[in-house]
């Protein structure tokens, strides 16, 4: 008999949030220096002046790319924190389990939630993984809010599942995602791995 364990997944903030601040500290130190220089230089006459200008609209340009990384990392830390947990794990062909989620955060901007079941088969080779999905369930959708904050469901595993497998070069998994999208923020996705044995 299997234990009653679960597998789940959360989105990781941390790293994130230290690459964030890490720019965000960068840019400000990169364009109060490059900005700086420019006031010392002022803005010299002729040919002078155009060699100055030459030089520093890099510079400029780097410290405005800086900024721009800093936002790119920094608009998703808005998004609400996943928690996605399914069981009882590991699973056989045609078992339920259940799949409960949590949303933690700003959760009002965010219109619909979905839960999709995927068989995924990956291939590695060299620089590139090939990716192939096999099998593909929409299993829950809701527009209500209390059930996008946090809810619950149950899926069936299919009674023709193929176990999951992982090898060097490859890698067939069957995988529970939770998706949430937004017209005007990054969506939210959150998903796990869920073994199937035979």
């Known amino acids: 008999m299997d234990s009653a364990q679960t597998v789940s ?48 609209m890099p510079l400029a340009a780097i410290g405005i790319a800086l900024l721009g990384a800093a936002a790119y ?52 080779g060299g620089w590139r993984t090939l990716r192939h999905v096999f099998r593909r369930q929409q299993v829950f959708q809701t527009t209500e809010p209390s059930r996008i904050r946090s809810g619950s469901t149950t899926i069936e595993i299919p009674k023709n599942a193929i176990p999951s497998f992982l090898g060097r070069s490859h890698r067939l998994a069957w995988v529970i995602r939770l998706q949430c999208g937004s017209a005007h923020w990054p969506n939210v996705c959150q998903e796990i791995d869920f073994p199937v044995v035979p």
């Open 9 to 56: 997944g959360g989105t990781k903030k941390g790293f994130r949030t230290l690459v964030f601040v890490a720019l965000v500290v960068v840019a400000s130190i990169w364009n109060s220096t490059v900005y700086g220089l420019f006031g010392l230089l002022g803005s010299p006459d002729g040919l002078l002046g155009t060699i100055v200008a030459a030089l520093m």
């Open 73 to 124: 990392i920094g608009v998703p830390l808005l998004n609400p924190r996943v928690t996605l947990t399914a069981g009882p794990a590991p699973g056989h062909a045609g078992d339920l389990i259940q799949v409960s989620w949590t949303l933690e955060g700003s959760v009002d901007r965010i219109p619909r939630l979905s839960i999709v079941a995927e068989g995924v088969e990956e291939v590695s």
